[in-house]
């Protein structure tokens, strides 16, 4: 076991010899540590409470970090191009499970914000969920308490929505899923 050289180019093989949590999205690694705040921790917590009851009886399935999202150009998931680790993402297609994570696109993907991983999930993240079809992404801002909500349309991201604290978060894609903005901040 080793750690990558984050400035080299590196392949799926080199991903399955790292210690500790790492993701890889075109050829770059990205380091998962440190370990979430409090407050990023509580809001997965009450999304992933949300999303699980919305889902109790429903054909769909929330995972929650760490679980990997493996995509690939091809559909061979024994190596895969790119490995994430999103905060929580839904998928509404049992065939894609599989024991070492999620095979394809999701239909959700949330990413709650971090000092450490701001820059990264507004652009290489949202790049590459945009190119491999997730259909709705939302970025949950903790410091700004928004959440923005993106959506396909003709192969590209549109922003739907910026909710602010007073608002309830509504999913574009998945019809009645509805998640209060002030939930996700009362441990403040």
């Not at 009886?57 to 190596?79: G, M």
């Not at 959700?108 to 971090?114: A, G, P, R």
Request: charge should be negative; hydrophobic fraction near 35%.
């Amino acid at each position: 076991m080793s750690n990558p050289d984050e400035k080299n180019f590196h392949t799926y093989q080199d991903w399955l010899t790292w210690e500790g949590s790492w993701e890889l999205i075109n050829g770059k690694a990205y380091n998962m540590s440190p370990a979430p705040t409090s407050l990023h921790q509580f809001i997965v917590g009450e999304l992933h409470f949300a999303l699980r009851t919305f889902f109790q009886n429903r054909s769909c399935y929330v995972f929650v970090a760490p679980f990997d999202v493996l995509l690939s150009e091809s559909e061979e998931y024994e190596s895969p191009d790119h490995v994430t680790q999103p905060d929580l993402f839904v998928v509404c297609s049992k065939g894609q499970i599989a024991k070492n994570g999620c095979h394809g696109a999701p239909t959700l993907i949330i990413e709650v914000l971090s000092p450490s991983t701001a820059l990264k999930d507004f652009n290489e993240k949202f790049n590459l969920y945009q190119k491999y079809k997730v259909q709705e992404y939302w970025i949950v801002d903790p410091g700004n308490r928004t959440a923005h909500v993106y959506s396909l349309q003709d192969g590209s991201y549109q922003a739907r929505h910026l909710y602010t604290e007073q608002e309830a978060i509504q999913s574009i894609v998945i019809k009645d899923l509805q998640v209060p903005m002030s939930r996700l901040f009362s441990l403040e």
